[in-house]
């Protein structure tokens, strides 16, 4: 937790990649270092890959980007893009941005079908 901290606040760089920065962290420590994510995107770009219900509520509807891969090719792609409406529904408190994400509602967020 503490590198990820000082990671974040490192003025010497520009831009933070964190791939799945929920991996062996305390959920309470989690939404902690979240809101210090948020705070550090004033000064830099930050980039988290997760799949964890905890960082994507964390995170603003209109800051989550969906990746998926079709016919060997991946894409990418603002949550609000695919499906606008599901963050008025998200704002108004009826579904949580993970909750859009798990149901299926948007496909390009499930995982692909296994292949028989």
């Known amino acids: 937790s503490l590198a990820l901290l000082v990671a974040?606040?490192?003025?010497?760089?520009?831009?933070?990649?964190?791939?799945?920065?929920?991996?062996?962290?305390h959920t309470?420590?989690?939404?902690t270092l979240m809101e210090?994510?948020?705070e550090a995107a004033a000064s830099?770009?930050?980039?988290l890959t997760t799949h964890s219900r905890?960082?994507?509520?964390?995170?603003?509807p209109s800051d989550v980007w969906v990746m998926w891969r079709?016919?060997?090719?991946?894409?990418?792609?603002k949550l609000s893009d695919l499906d606008s409406d599901l963050l008025d529904l998200i704002?108004?408190?009826d579904l949580t941005t993970f909750e859009v994400i798990d149901t299926g509602t948007i496909p390009e967020a499930l995982p692909p079908a296994p292949k028989l």
Do not use: C, F
């Open 8 to 25: 974040l606040y490192d003025p010497r760089t520009a831009m933070l990649v964190l791939e799945e920065p929920e991996n062996s962290v």
């Open 28 to 31: 309470w420590i989690l939404r």
């Open 36 to 38: 210090a994510a948020a």
């Open 91 to 93: 704002e108004e408190g």
């Open 44 to 47: 830099k770009q930050i980039v």
């Open 70 to 77: 079709n016919h060997g090719e991946s894409s990418l792609a």
């Open 54 to 60: 905890v960082v994507i509520d964390a995170t603003k």
